[in-house]
């Protein structure tokens, strides 16, 4: 039987009405944040190549700034930003397009998997406005892409023959895209063993998959390869430190963020969990089963429980495999209440919040206050938030955020005060606590000045307010 050609149309026209639309948001729904500025300059130090480069994230062991062995998300988020530079409008366009990809390559496979092109497509536009998803590409990161990739390599996959060359090679660039690729691990495992024993062959679709996924890691690594080896042992530390913060949290603490994450998108999750519990779906479970011991054994939060997504929706799929008239009704159900919480949550309220005090909420707006204050070129500034990395890049500072010093002890730490000791500004949104107060005195700091000290604009919607304010006060510290 002839497999399904992609389908065109469809993908184009719901990418554009979703840039089109989200567009108006892009920059102002989410207020820069941690993640966005890891990707950002993890692929800024990549770029930069071999002589010494001063990092925001910076280790305080070897004095080097920390890497990402991930290349490909980091570097794509660099390159995207180095093209709106000062706007950070870039990286968040490129993970708006990563989640309309993943929107493609799983309607693609559902009607590989042999799915009617009406409810592929609705079940891909679930996913594509799914409430679990949002802040990630609304913030920056790379999640969409890693989710393209593996549908993309299931597709691959799920044809066969030659093909299996093809999924070995989107399989390796997702591994190279985000780390928390590795959680879907076993549902290639399990599309590579069924489309194998279809085909009769192991040994030919293993050979295949394995010298396109090994080509891709060599044309990427190889231009990188002192930086993807820095990444891999940065990739130890990280995970050395999450699993400490995991244990500290205790089981029941976990269970609570994992719970909280899953409320985020209920009806995906109680229709997909039902779906896991059907004997059909049993290895399924497995591998649902193991990607959840990963989340367990690093740090239970959202945008790691976000890879749990993919098993959710594929068990989804399978209900509608049933034709009796009671599981219609439940199928069209189901769907309804995806798509209704997902437009909902995505369409309507993030974006009507996005909008609400647009202009007090541009990123933009902050670089010349931040000039006044601190001013320009290579001052060395250290900032307790990184909602100011994109106003650094553009003046040209020399920023410093911190990284393991500043897991558990933080500032009290010698190691942080030794890196601090070396800063010209020191930026503390919000006044700084006693202890931190009693640390920048003894280092040398003086009070400067309060930059936008009405701060920023909260998000609003339908007259309620909520959430952090965006941007400010800003408290400077300056060093003689």
Known sequence: MKPPVFPWRIWCAT?????????????????????ESFIVEYGRVTLAGQPPVFGFHQRSDSQRPMYLYTLVGSILQEVAYRATAPSNAGPRAVALLGQIAAFGWFLYYLRLRGLSTRISTLLGLALLIDPLCDIGWRGGRVD?????????????????????????IAASAGSLCWPSF????????????????EQRSFRMPLVLFAAGSTLCATAIILPFRHEYMYGLADANLLTALQAKLSRGDGFQEQLRFLLLSFAQTPIVVAVGLYALARKS?????????????????????????????????LAVASLFTEDQLHWRRIQASALGLMLFAGAGFTIVGTTLSGLSNRSGKDPL????????AVGGGPVRVYMQEPDLYFVGRALGWRQFYCFDSCWGPGISTQKFQELLASMNVAIFRGEPDTVTRGVIDKLGFRFVSV???????????????????SYGPYFIYRRP
């Not at 030659?162 to 070995?168: Q, Y």
């Not at 701060?455 to 304010?469: A, D, E, V």
């Open 144 to 168: 969409g892409w890693a989710f393209a990739f593996l549908f993309a390599s299931l597709c691959a996959i799920r044809r066969g023959g030659s093909s299996f060359f093809l999924g070995g």
């Open 182 to 197: 590795a959680m879907f691990s076993p549902l290639i495992v399990l599309e590579f063993l069924v489309s194998a024993r």
């Open 281 to 313: 779906n049993r290895w399924l479970l497995a591998g649902f089963l193991v990607a959840l011991v990963f989340v367990f054994g690093t740090k239970v939060y959202r945008l790691r429980i976000l890879y749990l997504l993919p098993y959710f929706y």
């Open 365 to 372: 707006a902050v670089i010349e206050p931040a000039r006044a």
């Open 451 to 469: 930059m936008l000290p009405d701060g920023g604009h909260q998000n609003t919607l339908f007259g309620w307010s909520y959430g952090p304010r």
């Open 15 to 35: 990418a554009l009405l979703a840039v089109v639309f989200f567009s108006f948001t892009l920059t102002t729904a989410v207020p820069v944040w941690l993640d």
